[in-house]
């Protein structure tokens, strides 16, 4: 579930949808990936077939990359919205890792997400 903070909820335009997009990254020969979350028009995310979209609570738009969304599935995920010389920055509380862990196998299980790894 991806939980949107009050103040990313008034952030967001009623045109724009929230997505976690993913981006390639190799290593050794082997394809990793990180994720990174932007905001976007509605219309261009909602026709698309490589996003997903993901439960959010207040139910506002919130999309995920495909391969984004297998590791994103299951957890809770907190969404903020900050103003820093009048820019708007959506941020979550994802570790900056977490594409890299999720690409090698080394997430904690969703239940788990308090404990340290």
Not at 31 to 43: F, K, P, Q, T, Y
Not at 95 to 106: K, M, T, V
């Amino acid at each position: 579930m991806i939980r949107l903070t009050s103040q990313a909820c008034d952030e967001l335009r009623h045109d724009e949808a929230l997505v976690f997009d993913w981006h390639r990254v190799a290593i050794c020969c082997a394809c990793a990936g990180e994720v990174s979350l932007r905001r976007a028009e509605r219309r261009r995310i909602e026709g698309s077939r490589v996003y997903r979209r993901l439960p959010a609570e207040p139910p506002v738009p919130v999309y995920a990359h495909r391969h984004a969304a297998v590791h994103l599935a299951g957890r809770d995920v907190a969404v903020d919205c900050r103003r820093r010389l009048g820019i708007r920055r959506f941020a979550s509380d994802l570790p900056p890792d977490f594409g890299l862990r999720a690409s090698l196998g080394r997430l904690p299980e969703p239940s788990d997400q308090g404990r340290q790894t």
